[in-house]
């Protein structure tokens, strides 16, 4: 592929990166040949080139190999960022993050807005030129809801009628609220009104799977290929595991006209330094958010620069306890490890990346309180107290009596960083000695989710625009809560918010849910996110929304 949109990198980035960062630029060092002096006495007469149209080919990092590219079964950041240039929902979210009709040509809903009528588009094709029909969106909810097929967010389907109750074995995938009338129409009953079923529509649990390719061909998303058939602006051609994805753009999508981008290139590369020294050397054209971060060396200078892009995220970094192994079983050991952190210290000089200290569980972008927070950080005093108490409580007669202790994230350097820091925070604050363990992330999350660990890294960002996505993550064990944490109470004030029609008293049961959260300490709120990366400038129409995802769809190099 040719540089001519590239070289603006050169100059500007290499001056930050000389100027001391701890970036190695040998693996992708590029030489030009020395030009040649001219002979005296002679001239060019050869025409000026022509401008170069650039290529629309864009180059990106995924940095980890993705858990599964299946819609239904999807979890994480880097398979999601495949899926959602590949796939397309009923409603996509636009430039502004406000859902619009995407699959569907026309929305309906009933007046009690507990039924959405959708219909499909007559020019919605697969990738392989099959027609996308009502029963691909009947059939992918009915299997996402089909406890067997072991999609970790099912519950976020609960909203349709008999969702939750047809997942629990409690009804029949017959009684659930979404029904193919025909191959045009879509029609979806939901269990109570929901003002942010639209942005759930545009979510990946929500797309729709290929009937005739998935039925013949159970393993269709394990390889690129013809079995792999996709609906949105790209389709997946390329897919060597741990290496390399590639997609080009899908000449069946029903808005192809507006897809400029002929490619997207996403390396596998799990290392941030790597990464910029790629784009500092023209072979990528972003670095950074979603999949990947900034190296925590570069910050400042690029900074300086002017050359890093920070927008808030509608997300929090967290640490999990695993509240079924001791001594994370004690409520107030819980409390204890979290108020001996120091947030701003980690924000300010660890990951200096326009992050605002959290204390608190629900972005200040869903509820403004939560800049203040809930409790106050690096309550020392207060850590040592409730450590005392709890280890009374569970009979440890000091420190040293408390089982050994592991702190366990992925490997990644900020990650590092930030553990490192925790580590000396316990020791200095509680006098607490913590091993770290790290481990690639596809193993790393299967530890988790599997139960074996004491306390991890992990976090969470907003799927849609609401609070209630933050807090159903603990409604019950299953799915995305890793802390084996439950409570009824908690549980029964999120479903009183989901029948509560007056907006502020709906927030009122959220606030008081997550008060009652926020005080069990089944999670360590570390700070609310934010989106930090560097990219090519002659890259434009790339969308980041506030809850962090990036659309490619409107991308194009002038």
């Given amino acids: 592929m040719g540089k001519s949109h590239h070289a603006?990198?050169?100059?500007?980035?290499?001056?930050?990166?000389?100027?001391?960062?701890?970036?190695?630029?040998?693996?992708?060092?590029?030489?030009?040949?020395?030009?040649?002096?001219?002979?005296?006495?002679?001239?060019?007469?050869?025409?000026?080139?022509?401008?170069?149209?650039?290529?629309?080919?864009?180059?990106?990092?995924?940095?980890?190999?993705?858990?599964?590219?299946?819609?239904?079964?999807?979890?994480?950041?880097w398979s999601s960022n495949v899926i959602f240039q590949t796939f397309e929902g009923l409603t996509r979210t636009d430039?502004?993050?406000v859902p619009q009709p995407a699959i569907a040509s026309e929305i309906k809903p009933s007046d009690d807005l507990l039924t959405y009528t959708f219909t499909i588009r007559d020019n919605a094709k697969w990738s392989n030129g099959d027609?996308?029909?009502?029963?691909?969106?009947?059939?992918?909810?009915?299997?996402?809801?089909?406890?067997?097929?072991?999609?970790?967010?099912?519950?976020?389907?609960?909203?349709?009628k008999n969702a939750e109750a047809a997942f629990s074995g409690k009804a029949k995938p017959e009684d659930i609220g979404v029904k193919a009338t025909d191959d045009k129409t879509l029609v979806v009953t939901l269990e109570n009104p929901t003002p942010f079923f639209l942005e759930l529509t545009a979510f990946y649990s929500y797309f729709p799977l290929n009937t005739k390719v998935v039925s013949a061909n159970p393993d269709w998303a394990k390889e690129a290929g013809p079995n792999y058939t996709s609906n949105g602006p790209f389709k997946l051609t390329q897919w060597e595991h741990k290496t390399k994805l590639v997609l080009e753009k899908?000449?069946?999508?029903?808005?192809?006209?507006?897809?400029?981008?002929?490619?997207?290139?996403?390396?596998?590369?799990?290392?941030?330094?790597?990464?910029?020294?790629?784009?500092?050397?023209?072979?990528?054209?972003?670095?950074?958010?979603?999949?990947g971060n900034v190296p925590l060396d570069a910050m400042q200078t690029l900074k300086e620069k002017g050359l890093l892009e920070i927008t808030p995220k509608a997300g929090t970094y967290w640490y999990e306890f695993n509240t079924e192994q001791k001594p994370f079983n004690n409520k107030k050991i819980r409390?204890?490890?979290?108020?001996?952190i120091n947030r701003k210290d980690i924000v300010e000089n660890v990951t200096q990346g326009g992050e605002l200290v959290a204390t608190a569980i629900v972005p200040p972008t869903m509820f403004a309180e939560n800049e203040k927070g809930l409790f106050a950080d690096n309550d020392v005093e207060k850590a040592k107290q409730l450590l005392a108490e709890g280890m009374k409580e569970e009979g440890y007669a000091s420190v040293e009596a408390l089982p050994p202790i592991t702190l366990s994230y992925n490997t990644e350097e900020a990650q590092t960083k930030i553990a490192q820091a925790v580590q000396d925070m316990w020791q200095k604050n509680l006098g607490v000695h913590v091993k770290l363990e790290n481990q690639e992330w596809n193993v790393y999350y299967e530890n988790i989710k599997n139960g074996k660990y004491q306390v991890a890294r992990m976090g969470w960002t907003g799927d849609?625009?609401?609070?209630?996505?933050?807090?159903?993550?603990?409604?019950?064990k299953e799915g995305n809560n890793h802390?084996?944490?439950?409570?009824?109470?908690?549980?029964?004030?999120?479903?009183?918010?989901?029948?509560?029609?007056?907006?502020?008293?709906?927030?009122?049961?959220?606030?008081?849910?997550?008060?009652?959260?926020?005080?069990?300490?089944?999670?360590?709120?570390?700070?609310?996110?934010?989106?930090?990366?560097?990219?090519?400038?002659?890259?434009?129409?790339?969308?980041?929304?506030?809850?962090?995802?990036?659309?490619?769809?409107?991308?194009y190099f002038e």
């Fill in 250 to 291: 899908n000449e069946h999508y029903w808005d192809a006209d507006n897809v400029k981008l002929s490619k997207i290139e996403m390396n596998i590369i799990n290392d941030a330094n790597t990464e910029l020294s790629m784009l500092e050397n023209g072979d990528l054209d972003w670095a950074g958010a979603p999949t």
């Fill in 335 to 340: 409390q204890a490890f979290s108020y001996a």
């Fill in 464 to 476: 849609f625009n609401d609070p209630i996505n933050f807090l159903e993550i603990f409604r019950t």
């Fill in 483 to 555: 802390t084996r944490w439950e409570k009824k109470e908690f549980a029964d004030l999120l479903a009183a918010s989901a029948k509560e029609g007056d907006a502020a008293k709906r927030k009122a049961i959220l606030q008081d849910a997550e008060k009652m959260l926020v005080d069990d300490m089944p999670v360590i709120p570390f700070y609310f996110k934010s989106t930090v990366y560097a990219k090519n400038p002659n890259l434009k129409g790339v969308v980041i929304s506030g809850l962090g995802n990036v659309q490619y769809k409107w991308a």
């Fill in 131 to 160: 027609p996308v029909t009502a029963h691909d969106f009947e059939n992918a909810w009915k299997w996402v809801l089909d406890a067997k097929n072991g999609s970790e967010y099912a519950y976020q389907l609960y909203y349709v």
């Fill in 8 to 77: 603006w990198w050169n100059k500007s980035i290499k001056a930050v990166l000389i100027a001391g960062l701890s970036v190695s630029l040998t693996a992708c060092a590029q030489t030009k040949p020395a030009e040649q002096p001219q002979a005296a006495g002679t001239k060019t007469t050869e025409p000026a080139p022509a401008a170069k149209t650039p290529d629309q080919v864009l180059r990106l990092n995924n940095f980890t190999e993705p858990l599964s590219l299946h819609p239904g079964l999807i979890t994480d950041v």
């Fill in 95 to 97: 430039k502004d993050g």
